[in-house]
């Protein structure tokens, strides 16, 4: 049975570092650069040069990368880039446009040389929608990218934004998929009592709270601003499983009948016509049996398909090694064991599922979403 994973991560290859480093004057970029003593990986950096976290080298590295699918059993993935290193943030239109051009040569050429273990989807200077509408053109029409990846806000300015619009309508236009995935908002407050609410260091908070609540305003500003209404066959993937959203749908489809005349927006559509209507896919990140069995009830098992998040740890690889209970960083498991966990863990052992409705999830769903049928 294939497994097409549909939420990896990749950072740039070390191709790329030299060529990244002098935009190191915006505040909020960041970039990856080699490590001082071991080859195998490397530092992810910020403005300052100060090393935001250590990565290995499956974060860039096509035949780690299949290393570690061949040991789980994933047969393709699908590559988007690390959501942090998109530019929204960059105010220069040119800047920007070479931001993306870099983070998408290199995910091409990965794709290039693997081509039958991955797909990529490309990064778009969304600050600047007519560079960034021709940079979505070249990534089809030079690499064959299915899609793109969007962060749940582009530097504070909502999804329904009428600027962002005609990059959408030219994304249903090419038959191009969406990727929304949770970065900034309440994850990088600005706000002072906001920041110091989602506080990184508050049980890892922004990551496990902050993303879901993004994940849910990005979809909530793609139905009211009437997104998904206008354009329906725009085939938009949602990570984390839709974050809050599955659970959320009762409570804005009411909050709209108990109170019409705040919902004078262009979308009439309600919530649950919108997903059962509209071209909204989730992926099944959502670490819990439950939950995906709310999912599968809300959307549908044609609507999501198999993802993880990989290589990062919030994905569903266990990252403590079975015999020495570590991980590369040497933080040691919490658990009496680790839980030997890897993507799709959970669909294997649903009880239920038709062998069908597994293909499903695994494969089936993730083409239909990139628009590759048959």
Partial sequence: MERWDVH?????????????????????????RGHATHRCC????????EVQRIIEDNAYDGAARIAD????????????????MLPDYVDNAQDAIDICRILNDDNAATVARFPKRFL???????QFPDAAIAELERIKSQHNMPGFEINSNINGMELDDARIFPVFEAASALGMAVFIHPWGGFMTPTEERLKKRMNPGRNWRPWLVGMVMETALAFDSMRCGG???????????????GGAVAGLLGRLEHGAYARPDLFAGPSRLNPYDTIKNCGVYVDTLVHDENVLRLLLAQFGIHRVAMGSDYPYPL???????????????GNRCPYPKPKAIYPGHIIDYLPGLKLAEKERLF?????????LHG
């Avoid at 490397?42 to 040069?49: I, P």
């Avoid at 994905?315 to 960083?329: C, K, L, N, V, W």
Wanted: glycine share 8%.
């Fill in 69 to 84: 699918c061949d040991e789980h059993g994933v047969t393709l993935q699908v590559l988007s880039p690390t959501p942090m």
């Fill in 363 to 371: 494969s089936g769903t993730a083409r239909e979403w990139l628009g």
């Fill in 315 to 329: 994905g569903e690889i266990d990252p403590y090694d079975a015999a020495t209970y570590f991980d590369a960083q």
């Fill in 42 to 49: 490397a530092e992810m950096v910020n403005s300052k040069g």
């Fill in 8 to 32: 990896t991560h990749t950072t740039t290859s070390p191709d790329t570092f030299d060529a990244l480093a002098r935009f190191s004057r915006y505040a909020d970029f960041i970039r990856i």
């Fill in 227 to 241: 997104v998904h209404e206008r354009l329906p066959k725009l085939r938009v993937m949602y990570a984390h499983g």
């Fill in 120 to 126: 990529a989807l490309g990064a778009l200077p969304l």
